[in-house]
């Protein structure tokens, strides 16, 4: 029995291990195939290669991953550009180490916010004493929006003793924001 094999998937890994992301990009161009469109956005987002990546991603009608491509390229901390990849690859551990040690403690809490790892969210903010309102609103929020009760106990003992005011979690929301900005997500 025989069968045709493409010849294009080897050539696009041989772009790709060669460093040569926008031959790869004509290549697939040119045979205008989804399959190594597909490959060229996996291999790009797994090597960091954002600009190949969103146009890889927009050649599928992946809307949503140009859209969040283009978020990480407008974030201001290499760190934190780092750790979305990594979300964006589905290394979510991963995203949440690269935060931690960068000291970005409250995007990595963020991140378990967005994740739903609400106990995970929690331990953080207990452990590094800051946010606990912000987890506790977001969690109150997401309970609320699904007209659930919470069940978690760790949750229930938090909220009878912090007080949820939105505008100063906006607030604080913001400092983190512009101090991330500001020294580039690097340590103090």
């Given amino acids: 029995m025989t069968t045709a094999v493409s010849p294009y998937p080897a050539v696009i890994y041989k772009y790709v291990t060669g460093n040569r992301w926008s031959e790869a990009t004509r290549l697939c161009r040119f045979v205008k195939d989804d399959s190594l469109w ?3 956005a996996a291999m790009a987002s797994a090597a960091k ?3 190949t990546a969103e146009v890889a991603y ?3 009608n992946e809307a949503d991953k140009v859209h969040y491509i283009q978020y990480i390229k407008e974030m201001p901390s290499k ?6 990849m990594a979300v964006l690859t589905g290394h979510y551990q991963d995203a949440e180490n690269i935060l931690l040690q960068a000291g970005l403690t409250f995007r990595a809490i ?3 916010i967005y994740l739903h ?4 969210a929690l331990d953080l903010a207990i452990k590094h004493k800051t ?3 912000t987890v506790l609103a977001y ?3 997401h309970l609320n929006r699904f007209d659930k009760e919470e069940r978690i106990k760790k949750y229930n003992e938090y909220m009878k003793e912090v007080e949820i005011d939105w505008d100063k979690i906006s607030a604080k929301m913001e400092v983190e924001f512009q101090k991330e900005s500001q020294n580039g997500g690097k340590k103090k």
């Fill in 38 to 40: 597909a490959m060229l």
């Fill in 49 to 51: 290669q954002l600009d």
């Fill in 58 to 60: 927009a050649a599928l």
């Fill in 79 to 84: 760190d934190a550009r780092n750790a979305e």
């Fill in 110 to 112: 963020l991140l378990n």
């Fill in 117 to 120: 790892q609400w106990e995970k």
């Fill in 131 to 133: 946010h606990v309102d």
């Fill in 139 to 141: 969690r109150v929020k």
